[in-house]
């Protein structure tokens, strides 16, 4: 049973950094892609950022591209997401997901399993 925990959120002020976490259970990240979604209130899920299975392809959303970083360790089964220049807009609920064999999609609908997010909430 695969099994993924975000970490890492929380509130911070605008121009400030956060690094979020999420530890992934019953499968190797060695061969999963791994994705970074946000879902503001009242509005739809987007994605952020993803990893591939192979760790050599990264893809981000505009919005986040020059400021954030995937990253992951597969000895530690985690995946990082880093953001820096935190906005308000950038308040929303995070989830991570997990893709087997993926190239890191952008379509939520690749992914297999979800976590149950954290939260950001950026201070103006």
């Known amino acids: 049973q695969v099994q993924l925990v975000e970490s890492g959120g929380g509130l911070v002020q605008a121009g400030g950094s956060l690094r979020l976490s999420c530890t992934i259970s019953?499968?190797?990240?060695?061969?999963?892609?791994m994705g970074w979604f946000r879902q503001a209130p009242g509005k739809d899920r987007e994605f952020v950022a993803a990893?591939?299975?192979?760790?050599?392809?990264?893809s981000y959303a505009d919005f986040v591209k020059g400021r954030s970083t995937v990253s992951r360790d597969v000895a530690e089964s985690s995946v990082y997401l880093r953001m820096n220049s935190l906005r308000p807009e950038d308040t929303a609920v995070y989830y991570c997901?997990?893709?087997?064999w993926g190239a890191g999609s952008r379509a939520g609908s690749e992914y297999e399993y979800w976590g149950q997010g954290t939260q950001v909430t950026v201070s103006s």
């Open positions: 997901a997990a893709d087997a």
């Open positions: 990893i591939s299975w192979s760790g050599g392809y990264t």
């Open positions: 019953g499968r190797t990240l060695a061969n999963t892609a």
